[in-house]
């Protein structure tokens, strides 16, 4: 038996696959450590997204690096899109590791490990087209909130992103598999479950019958007992059709809330990026999708400074933006990918791209602090996260906040609360932003 370490970077779908990678071990007989020192081996599951996530997992290992050569830890195994990308760099550039895994050979978790374990050098890269195979997860999640991943790689090829290359094609898990692990998951205590791939809508589209099958999905998850809510992220403009609208209204368990990533609404730049439909399409699409689904909240992300983005291609996204009036909107410089056709393609510089960035977060500060006042007055369901002990107060999320990505409620309560619970909570205040109330009576 031998002491794995675990530091997962990155994506809601890389947690889950670093999941995936601690069940392996386990049953394998090793035991999986909450803190790396005195790791026999420490896997770092990376993301190699965009510069930001690579410098984030390079900082890792250095750090991880720093720890072996002071005999904290012994050796290092680098698995994840950054391995991925960059298969020669790694054990070139970075001697203190000693195994590099690809986004292809999770599976081979145990195998790499004893390897190690054995002083051998490991370099191993499956097919990034393989077929999910299906194994258990150790939840590092809280226990009353988990993200399962229905399916695994990406056809969308937006012109910018670098996933297709890391994560293959777009490969759906079979729908009696997705339901038992949901079955699995609520037996375990889990209340919320975040479904999440890279593109959430596509599901069922590679399968016999080539259907859209997340309604169909969604509509079976609500039929598991436990399970309260039940949140969508991911989910691509173009392929939100009227079964899928028609489920997010009428399931109660479905929560009012979609992710949307849209990176921008010009229609030159769109076309560029290889994003299908156009700013005029998206404007109907949301009015339809509020008009449908009451009480929506919409979550996007937006990229600025992407090529063809000149002032007034900028003004037309804060515009849109303004007009809109999306309740959670996240704002991200453009990172070019080498490989990537929009790296190539003629672009602001950096510093523009962060300063446009930093534009809409202005612009969405405004428009989420008129919802968060307009939320004031109002008796709103609770799910609780924990307690903060520094601030002496409770906190937790309202159906418009998906963990660690949008915001928090605190919670003044008479009584002791318990994490994983759900509770009305009349909201009285913001504080730094985020909503506070207090407990009432059902």
Not at 6 to 15: E, H, R, T, V, Y
Not at 144 to 164: L, M, Q, T, V, W
Not at 175 to 192: I, N, Q
């Amino acid at each position: 038996m031998a002491n794995i370490g675990f530091i997962s970077l990155g994506c809601a779908k890389n947690q889950v696959d670093c999941e995936r990678m601690m069940y392996r071990v386990q049953e394998a007989g090793h035991r999986v450590k909450a803190d790396i020192v005195g790791s026999d081996v420490v896997v770092i599951n990376t993301c190699g997204f965009i510069d930001s996530a690579k410098s984030e997992a390079i900082d890792f290992i250095l750090q991880t690096a720093a720890l072996k050569a002071e005999g904290l830890v012994s050796k290092i195994l680098v698995t994840g899109c950054l391995s991925q990308r960059y298969q020669d760099e790694i054990l070139e550039q970075l001697p203190e590791v000693d195994g590099i895994l690809g986004t292809g050979s999770y599976t081979q978790i145990v195998p790499a490990i004893e390897a190690l374990l054995n002083g051998d050098c490991v370099r191993d890269f499956g097919s990034i087209d393989a077929p999910e195979q299906e194994t258990g997860r150790i939840l590092t999640t809280p226990e009353h909130y988990a993200f399962i991943k229905i399916a695994e790689g990406c056809d969308n090829r937006c012109s910018y992103c670098i996933i297709p290359y890391l994560r293959g094609k777009f490969r759906s898990r079979q729908m009696d598999d997705v339901l038992y692990e949901a079955r699995l998951l609520a037996a375990g205590g889990v209340k919320e479950l975040i479904v999440v791939a890279q593109d959430t809508s596509r599901y069922g589209t590679d399968l016999p019958g080539h259907k859209r099958l997340l309604p169909e999905l969604l509509r079976n998850m609500c039929q598991i007992e436990g399970l309260h809510w039940i949140r969508v992220h991911y989910v691509y403009p173009d392929e939100i059709d009227d079964e899928l609208i028609e489920v997010m209204a009428t399931e109660p368990k479905i929560l009012k809330y979609l992710d949307i990533p849209i990176q921008h609404c010009n229609s030159k730049i769109l076309k560029l990026m290889n994003r299908r439909g156009d700013g005029v399409f998206l404007k109907e699409l949301f009015a339809k999708l509020r008009a449908r689904i009451p009480g929506l909240v919409l979550r996007t992300s937006i990229i600025t400074g992407l090529p063809g983005e000149g002032e007034a291609e900028f003004e037309e996204l804060c515009n849109f933006l303004k007009e809109m009036r999306l309740e959670r909107v996240g704002a991200f410089p453009f990172s070019p990918e080498d490989g990537t056709p929009a790296a190539e393609m003629e672009h602001p510089d950096a510093s523009v791209a962060q300063t446009r960035a930093e534009m809409v977060e202005t612009i969405q500060s405004a428009i989420m602090d008129e919802y968060s006042k307009a939320m004031i007055g109002r008796t709103v369901e609770v799910l609780v996260d924990g307690y903060d002990e520094e601030f002496e107060q409770y906190f937790g999320r309202t159906y418009a906040d998906s963990p660690d990505i949008d915001g928090r409620v605190w919670l003044a309560s008479d009584d002791d609360l318990s994490e994983g619970t759900f509770v009305n909570v009349q909201i009285d205040g913001l504080i730094d932003g985020d909503l506070s109330g207090f407990v009432v009576e059902d």
